[in-house]
T-cell receptor
Framework: DQQVKQNSPSLSVQEGRISILNCDYTNSMFDYFLWYKKYPAEGPTFLISISSIKDKNEDGRFTVFLNKSAKHLSLHIVPSQPGDSAVYFCAASEYNNNDMRFGAGTRLTVKP | DTAVSQTPKYLVTQMGNDKSIKCEQNLGHDTMYWYKQDSKKFLKIMFSYNNKELIINETVPNRFSPKSPDKAHLNLHINSLELGDSAVYFC????????????FGPGTRLTVL
């Protein structure tokens, strides 16, 4: 029962362009969402988060958008850089619940 | 100055053996976790510990047991290893149990032959 889904296993973009990574969830009780970035042979590192009271959160080149009615969130990276090439995991959790659910990840490749 | 560390990084062992993976965090966090990344790359939570109390226990076999000697450590013991246990295991920790940005260790790749 995958409550968090990332339907695109991979994405390739040109350096300088925008990368858009998508994530869908099924559990309407989720109210906190996170994106993690993972390089090979390393653990995931926290990138950016958003709570359900917001629909946008921005941190430098990274912006996360949340559409609660569609149960959809997206991560925008602009401009994309080769160093952004990694696997990006979407995660979601309920208030005061340590049980975080992860998507399967999207491998982003940014070409110079 | 590693925040969350795991040992060993690689573990190759025979079916039926008992093994342990160690995890330590130096962030002063109250909650620690173990995740399993399966062959389809899904990260699934196995356990979490908050102040030495188990607060999540997903439906994992009882061959897996977390042991927390203190707040900074959460070790994973696995008895009678099976082929299906082969995976990458990640330890993580978080400070805030409500909105928990978790910090992950580098992972331990377990291969059961």
């Amino acid at each position: 029962d995958q409550q968090v889904k990332q339907n695109s296993p991979s994405l390739s973009v040109q350096e300088g362009r925008i990368s858009i990574l998508n994530c869908d969830y099924t559990n309407s009780m989720f109210d906190y969402f996170l994106w993690y970035k993972k390089y090979p042979a390393e653990g995931p590192t926290f990138l950016i988060s958003i709570s359900s009271i917001k629909d946008k959160n921005e941190d430098g080149r990274f912006t996360v958008f949340l559409n609660k009615s569609a149960k959809h969130l997206s991560l925008h990276i602009v401009p994309s850089q080769p160093g952004d090439s990694a696997v990006y995991f979407c995660a979601a959790s309920e208030y005061n619940n340590n049980d975080m659910r992860f998507g399967a990840g999207t491998r982003l490749t940014v070409k110079p | 100055d590693t925040a969350v560390s795991q040992t060993p990084k690689y573990l190759v062992t025979q079916m039926g053996n008992d093994k342990s993976i160690k995890c330590e965090q130096n962030l002063g966090h109250d909650t620690m976790y173990w995740y399993k990344q399966d062959s389809k790359k899904f990260l699934k939570i196995m356990f979490s510990y908050n102040n030495k109390e188990l607060i999540i226990n997903e439906t994992v076999p009882n061959r897996f047991s977390p042991k927390s000697p203190d707040k900074a450590h959460l070790n994973l013991h696995i008895n009678s290893l099976e082929l299906g246990d082969s995976a990458v295991y990640f330890c993580a920790s978080s400070q805030d149990p409500v909105y928990n940005e978790q910090f992950f260790g580098p992972g331990t790749r377990l291969t059961v032959l």
